[in-house]
């Protein structure tokens, strides 16, 4: 099993310029997470999906969106990029009970 | 709501041990995880506990009292790979086996 694969790794985008975060897991679990990490600061919870075609908010989902039209990806949409989204994202998945993460994506906005 | 305290930063010596504190606030608590945060790496998971009382598992610990809103990491035998952020992690029964995560701890190990 690969578990869980984000691509691409790095990214440097200008302001508003627009990317897709691409998030795949092989262990069919139902649970999928996007997560942001700023310097220093914990994980805040961007959007989630409890199963394939269902979606929902998290903590800070403002200038995001995902799909979820299969079990293995969750891809994260990135439509209008601002300097406020440079960070590290982190998607995670689970079955249930504890999350499984990927190796992120680091992304810069300028 | 949710409300996670941790200490910010801890420094130990190799060979000892290292007890990190995290206290919560959650709303329909169900469990808690603690996690383990290289720099520049994903966290990966290391503990969870549903009940009151002491999980074992090598030279890592974790306790939890959930009358008191309370867990702790206890970290023995430190090696200097233990250098890194700790994430505390309660979870409540609202939908979408959601984690809500602390700051992190950040641990350093010294000689």
């Known amino acids: ?110 | 709501g949710q409300n996670i305290d941790q200490p910010t930063e801890m420094t130990a010596t190799e060979g000892a041990i290292v007890q990190i504190n995290c206290t919560y606030q959650t709303s329909g608590f169900n469990g808690l995880f603690w996690y383990q945060q290289h720099a520049g790496e994903a966290p990966t998971f290391l503990s969870y506990n549903v009940l009151d009382g002491l999980e074992e598992k090598g030279r890592f610990s974790s306790f939890l009292s959930r009358s008191k809103g309370y867990s702790y990491l206890l970290l023995k035998e430190l090696q200097m790979k233990d250098s890194a952020s700790y994430l505390c992690a309660p979870t409540s029964t609202g939908g979408g086996n959601k984690l809500t995560f602390g700051t992190g701890t950040q641990l350093k190990v010294e000689l």
């Open chain 1, 1 to 110: 099993n690969a578990g869980v694969t984000q691509t691409p790794k790095f990214r440097i985008l200008k302001i508003g310029q627009s990317m897709t975060l691409q998030c795949t897991q092989d262990m069919n679990h139902n649970y999928m997470y996007w997560y942001r990490q700023d310097p220093g600061m914990g994980l805040k919870l961007i959007y989630y999906s409890v199963g394939a075609g269902i979606t929902d908010k998290g903590e800070v989902p403002n200038g995001y969106n995902v799909s979820r039209s299969t079990t293995e990806d969750f891809p994260l949409r990135l439509e209008l990029a601002a300097p406020s989204q440079t960070s590290v994202y982190f998607c995670a998945s689970s079955p249930s009970g504890g999350q499984f993460f990927g190796p992120g994506t680091r992304l810069t906005v300028l």
